[in-house]
T-cell receptor, first 111, second 114 residues
Framework: DVKVTQSSRYLVKRTGEKVFLECVQD?????MFWYRQDPGLGLRLIYF???????EKGDIPEGYSVSREKKERFSLILESASTNQTSMYLC??????????FGPGTRLTVT | EDKVVQSPLSLVVHEGDTVTLNCSYE??????LLWYKQEKKAPTFLFML????IEKKSGRLSSILDKKELFSILNITATQTGDSAVYLC??????????????FGKGTHLIIQP
């Protein structure tokens, strides 16, 4: 079974803090993705990576950065958290051209 | 801009009914259509459809893709309360060299009443 894990299920941070969300997959997948999910807007792609040290912007990259130093780990960084980044963050991984498998999600609240 | 539209947005039926969920797409370099089920947590993968007209089946769930008319349907027969969830459809494009993210529809919120 594919396993994608995320470092926290719930996180509360203050405006202006730097926030790290970690994602780890154990299936040797090349591709990893970060999405956010908001009511009425659905799932939207923030960033993705198709190899170590490679990254591509998704639909809504502003205010975020990512890091992929090892194949199994993909980090999402909020350089200076803002209240409009309060959301559910979902990480996913896949082999090239195949279905993406999601982690359990991190519900981030920025106050 | 790539677009995936699901209908209906919400649906309430009784246990035992059959439901059909719809998904239409307009996606550049379309490769595959995926269906996910989301309860109060992350989406879980149901089906991936790449070829037109070939039905995929898993228990009471089935799905088919029409690449000419650019839509897919997800059928659930003999529904049970455990089928209550948000069903998401997503389009996967071909990528040039690397990965591409999914474009998701907003989901159909299905409620099965006992």
């Amino acid at each position: 079974d594919v396993k994608v894990t995320q470092s926290s299920r719930y996180l509360v941070k203050r405006t202006g803090e730097k926030v790290f969300l970690e994602c780890v997959q154990d299936m040797d997948h090349e591709n990893m993705f970060w999405y956010r999910q908001d009511p009425g807007l659905g799932l939207r792609l923030i960033y993705f990576s198709y190899d170590v040290k490679m990254k591509e912007k998704g639909d809504i990259p502003e205010g975020y950065s990512v890091s992929r130093e090892k194949k199994e780990r993909f980090s999402l960084i909020l350089e200076s958290a803002s209240t409009n980044q309060t959301s559910m963050y979902l990480c996913a991984s896949s082999l090239k051209g195949l279905a993406q498998y999601f982690g359990p999600g991190t519900r981030l609240t920025v106050t | 801009e790539d677009k995936v539209v699901q209908s209906p947005l919400s649906l309430v039926v009784h246990e035992g009914d059959t439901v059909t969920l719809n998904c239409s797409y307009e996606v550049t370099n379309f490769r595959s259509l995926l269906w996910y089920k989301q309860e109060k947590k992350a989406p879980t993968f149901l089906f991936m459809l790449t070829s037109s007209g070939i039905e995929k089946k898993s228990g009471r769930l089935s799905s088919i893709l029409d690449k000419k008319e650019l839509f897919s349907i997800l059928n659930i027969t003999a529904t049970q309360t455990g089928d209550s969830a948000v069903y998401l459809c997503a389009a996967l494009p071909y990528s040039g060299g690397g990965a591409d993210g999914l474009t998701f529809g907003k989901g159909t919120h299905l409620i099965i009443q006992p």
